[in-house]
């Protein structure tokens, strides 16, 4: 079984939007009907859970109705922090799967993931056990430790942004929750899936990730979100992406300079 475990129990705080992030319409649906679309329709992935904040769980489950997320197997009252909400879900799906099922792990605001990047995260588990969707950065990152000065710049050439999702086996990753959840600062430090796994001397394995899986999460990102879609109608429309439109005008252009 492949499944996908997203979570969406964000306030939406730095969107300033006054409601959930999650629940902002764009192009006339919610960012999180989206996302769970992407799954929905992945010939792969056979079931979903969600984990999402409890006030929102019944408006939650009207909306996968209403949108046809006949995936959505349950929506689980999501915890303190992410990696709660996370283990929540887990410990959901594990009544209902194989501890070799996989799973992959998605933020619930991360509506743009390629669907390639959904199959090549499930044969990397199979082939190395994990899953890190990560993209190489065009920019230099620089460690600064107090905001102020720089204290390190690591190689351009081995740096990379992680992003989603982070996918496991289902035992494997459920264990690694319980191990760190049974230390005295639990998930202090803890960002991602991929800092539990190696917060237990685990080695993860990159899968290259698309450029426009964002996580939307504030204004910018809504705009930037948007012109995404847009760019995705314009290829669906024509057939074309943007680098073969601009060669195939490059191409008349010639004829015309050469006379043909």
Known sequence: MNLAIIFAGGSGVRMGAGIPKQFLEINGKPILIHTLQLFQEHHEIDRIYLAMSRDYIGY???LAEE???????AVVPGGETAQDSIYNALKRAEEDNPGDSIVLIHDGVRPCVGYDVISENIESVKDYGSAITATSCYET??????????????????SYAAQAPQSFYLKD???AHERIRARENRYEGMVDACTIYRALGRQPHIVPGNRGNIKVTTPEDVYMFRALLQYRENEQAFGLSQPDRMAAKMKRYRR????A
């Open 60 to 62: 939650t489950e009207a």
């Open 256 to 259: 015309t300079e050469s006379g």
């Open 173 to 175: 990753i459920l264990e």
């Open 141 to 158: 990152i620089l460690v600064s430790r107090d905001g102020r000065k720089v204290d390190d710049v690591p190689p351009r050439s081995e």
């Open 67 to 73: 949108y046809h997320i006949d995936k959505l197997e």
